[in-house]
């Protein structure tokens, strides 16, 4: 069934291995085949995984674009039981995401990783906004 794809100017899409990035005017198109594809908002370079959740979202992007993904998932295994040690409460959506990972849905546990990305944030923002309980006056 083919999948019309609409990218805003600018916008970046892989599909398969090919990286193609929109021009200055809003485009549509229409996906004919099955191929596995991500949209920009999918996309988590390198770089920009600078957290234990989005590292692990990284190895869950390389998973749903790889065809080989046997090493892959021993990055994914190894990386969930380290965020599970440290963060216990991070539980239910690793959960989740080993169970995507094991029926191979990729997509989906890339889904439920932006969610404990989001988690992971809300996170951050309570620890940031908590008093200093180390300082002494």
Same mark, same amino acid.
């Given at each position: 069934?083919?999948? /019309?794809?609409?990218? /805003?100017?600018?916008?970046?899409? &892989? ?5 193609? %990035? ?13 191929? /596995? ?11 920009? !995984?600078?957290?234990?959740?989005? %590292? &692990?979202?990284?190895? *869950?992007?390389?998973?749903? *674009? ?24 991070? !539980? ?11 029926? %191979? ?5 890339? /889904? ?23 300082? !002494?006056?």
């Amino acid at each position: 069934m083919p999948l /019309k794809i609409e990218l /805003k100017p600018f916008e970046r899409l &892989l599909i398969g291995g090919a990286a193609i %990035r929109n021009g200055s005017r809003r485009s549509s198109f229409v996906i004919e085949t099955m191929t /596995k594809f991500l949209r920009e908002s999918d996309i988590i370079t390198e770089s920009e !995984a600078d957290t234990a959740c989005k %590292r &692990l979202y990284l190895t *869950l992007t390389v998973l749903y *674009l790889s065809d080989d993904v046997s090493e892959i998932e021993n990055l994914f295994v190894a990386q969930a039981s380290e965020l599970l040690e440290a963060v216990p409460s991070t !539980a239910p959506y690793v959960r989740d995401i080993n169970a995507h990972v094991a029926a %191979r849905d990729f997509y989906r546990a890339m /889904k439920r990783g932006k969610d404990l990305i989001q988690y992971e944030a809300s996170l951050a923002d309570r620890l940031a906004q908590a008093p200093d309980s180390g300082s !002494a006056d």
